[in-house]
């Protein structure tokens, strides 16, 4: 699925993308745009950015690929309104504002979902139970305790 390692290009011979088999190249490429970012639109956030490491021609499609991360970002603004309409409005690209927001938005839909009330003490949460967030969202936090 993806660029040769670098011990495949050094090595050369069959197993290299110029000669032997042909199909251990950069298949990105090799393709239209579209049908790159279409296969590339199927990943999640976190396969996303591990697509996008790699190799250089795998990182150049899919970093130049505002729908991709727009896509995302979108996802994650039904939790996170305020931070992304902030962020966009302060002219990050779609990619910086889903990585600033995305970990947040992750914690924050479990702390508004319940999933930490009643919990008997500090050492029962979860590692990633925090997240620096601002008092607005905190504030959202705590309102959504007191309704249950």
């Not at 239209?32 to 950015?49: T, Y």
Request: proline residues 3%; positive net charge; aromatic residues 10%.
């Amino acid at each position: 699925w993806g660029c040769r390692s670098r011990r495949d290009r050094n090595r050369g011979g069959a197993d290299s993308a110029e000669g032997g088999r042909g199909g251990l190249g950069d298949f990105v490429s090799a393709l239209p745009p579209e049908i790159s970012s279409r296969i590339f639109s199927g990943l999640d956030v976190e396969s996303l950015c591990h697509a996008s490491v790699t190799c250089k021609g795998w990182h150049r499609v899919i970093e130049s690929n505002e729908r991709l991360w727009r896509h995302h970002c979108l996802a994650v603004r039904a939790v996170c309104q305020r931070e992304i309409d902030c962020d966009r409005g302060n002219g990050y690209s779609w990619k910086i504002t889903l990585l600033r927001n995305y970990w947040k938005s992750k914690v924050k839909q479990e702390w508004l979902s319940g999933k930490y009330s009643n919990v008997p003490s500090q050492f029962s949460l979860p590692e990633k139970s925090m997240y620096p967030m601002d008092v607005d969202t905190w504030g959202e936090i705590l309102e959504a305790e007191l309704e249950r």
